[in-house]
């Protein structure tokens, strides 16, 4: 049987980005190309998961007019949702890419405030399904412990589910040591994580293996933007350079990466292999704008131009 996979997402998006010939303070900025994604970590990694064709459930918490738009822009899409509605409204992200200056500009709502009951519901909608992996991506909303994703994960793994989180600060922290076989921050969110600059590929590297030597996690993924990619393991560490392409937006493209390394990694392909699927979709999603919706085929080249000659 292939793999299943379910996302949980508690504070979703419904992601608008457009283009601007600038961005100026005071002055009515004027934008055109508005595209509408549904958005929010755990939704773009279960996006590329049903790309690459995996059998992936997004589970989401939502509400208002904006959350029932964000269910309508995943049913387009084709991902199976299963929605668990709150009171308060789903945010709403906006990307402008100012034409003049080359320049990104992301605002970022912090989103709704969930109750105890509401983020209970969606905890019990995830262990519904009983996937193989779960991931767990994004920030927490308001209302939700610190500890929550430990929690998730601590439940899950018991129960023999893969657990990969992506998330940063205080959430991630709490979530060490809870039986997760794969974490993937950024290099900042990884530094913030360490308490300490990593200056250098040794000292990158040294963090990562140091953190799987403790039993943080069985695998430590690092994004590391413009110098490619690593993956530590119990066995060593790998690192990924990055590929020349041509970027156009970044949203989304570290949960790109996260959905194809996990379902290499569910595949039982070795690091080196998953770090490359994960690098190539992290890299098509670069290659538009929008959020984290990268062609399979356009992954699929991508990889094959990693593999050895």
């Not at 906006?94 to 500009?105: A, C, K, L, P, R």
Request: charged share 20%.
């Amino acid at each position: 049987m292939p793999p299943t996979f379910v996302t949980l997402t508690l504070n979703p998006t419904v992601d608008v980005a457009c283009d601007a010939r600038a961005v100026q303070p005071v002055h009515k900025v004027r934008t055109f190309g508005e595209t509408y994604d549904p958005g929010g970590g755990g939704v773009n990694v279960a996006r590329v998961l049903h790309e690459l064709g995996a059998d992936v459930t997004a589970v989401v918490s939502c509400g208002g007019v904006s959350g029932q738009l964000l269910e309508e822009l995943l049913a387009e899409a084709g991902v199976p949702c299963r929605a668990v509605h709150i009171a308060d409204r789903t945010r709403i992200c906006m990307t402008v890419q100012d034409i003049s200056s080359g320049q990104e500009y992301r605002f970022v709502p912090e989103g709704p405030h969930l109750t105890e009951s509401e983020w209970q519901a969606a905890l019990a909608a995830a262990e519904e399904h009983n996937p193989d992996w779960l991931v767990l991506s994004g920030s927490l909303p308001r209302g939700v412990p610190e500890d929550f994703y430990a929690r998730v994960a601590r439940m899950a793994s018991a129960r023999g589910q893969h657990v990969a989180l992506d998330t940063s600060g205080p959430a991630l922290r709490a979530a060490l040591g809870s039986g997760l076989a794969l974490i993937k921050p950024s290099v900042g969110e990884f530094e913030t994580l360490v308490g300490r600059p990593l200056r250098d590929a040794e000292a990158q590297a040294a963090a990562a293996w140091d953190l799987v030597r403790q039993g943080a996690a069985a695998r430590v993924a690092v994004t590391l933007g413009r110098d490619g990619a690593l993956l530590a393991t119990a066995d060593g560490v790998w690192r990924q350079a990055p590929l020349d392409v041509p970027v156009r937006g970044a949203v989304g493209a570290g949960d790109s990466f996260l959905a194809a390394m996990v379902l290499s990694l569910s595949r039982g392909d070795p690091p080196a292999t998953a770090l490359a699927w994960g690098s190539a979709a992290g890299a098509a999603a670069v290659m538009s704008t929008g959020t984290a919706h990268p062609a399979r085929g356009q992954i699929e080249s991508l990889f094959r131009r990693l593999l050895p000659k």
